[in-house]
């Protein structure tokens, strides 16, 4: 019996042996399937999430220096990116990011989980309208200081 790919919406028969079958054996609509599912992963597992990150932060360690080698190699790469830039910038264009924060541009899963102890060392990106992620970052560090203390301190 056929069915209408979820993606494309070609007409397939599915397999026999995949109850369900809801997308075509066409590798951009497998391709599709797969990101959705991924997408979907990310949002209900915590534990998916967390390993997805983990992963991505171990292959940047062993990759140091991949992604500016691949920009400078690819010229076309870093024209399409500055002109999905500037659709981004026009899009929050206008919006006070000192009090919108869901506008800002930052890195995914910066914060996995939400800390109690607020004591250490962070990393202080300066706000304002033209907030791009890894523009001027700064090391702080901050101590918990109890209400115990008098003022001044």
């Known amino acids: 019996m056929e069915r209408g790919c979820e ?22 609509c497998q391709n599709a399937r797969r990101k ?29 220096g991949y ?15 500055r ?11 206008g919006v006070n990011e000192a009090s919108d924060t869901s506008t800002m541009i930052a ?3 910066a914060l996995s989980q939400v800390k109690t102890d607020i004591s250490g060392y962070y990393k202080l990106v300066p ?4 907030m791009i992620a890894k523009s001027d970052v700064l090391l702080v560090k901050l101590d918990f200081i109890s209400t115990g203390y008098p003022h001044g301190l």
Not at 40 to 54: F, G, R, S, T, V
Not at 83 to 93: M, S
């Open 7 to 28: 993606h494309c919406g070609k007409k397939f028969i599915p397999l026999s042996n995949i109850p369900g079958q809801r997308y075509c054996s066409c590798r951009q």
């Open 36 to 64: 959705k599912w991924r997408k979907q992963k990310l949002a209900i597992d915590q534990d998916y999430k967390n390993n997805q990150a983990d992963a991505q932060r171990r292959w940047c360690e062993k990759n140091k």
């Open 67 to 81: 992604w500016g080698r691949y920009r400078a190699s690819h010229p076309e790469y870093v024209e399409r990116n």
């Open 83 to 93: 002109q999905f830039q500037r659709v981004r910038n026009q899009r929050r264009k």
């Open 107 to 109: 890195k995914r899963y």
């Open 127 to 130: 706000a304002g309208p033209q």
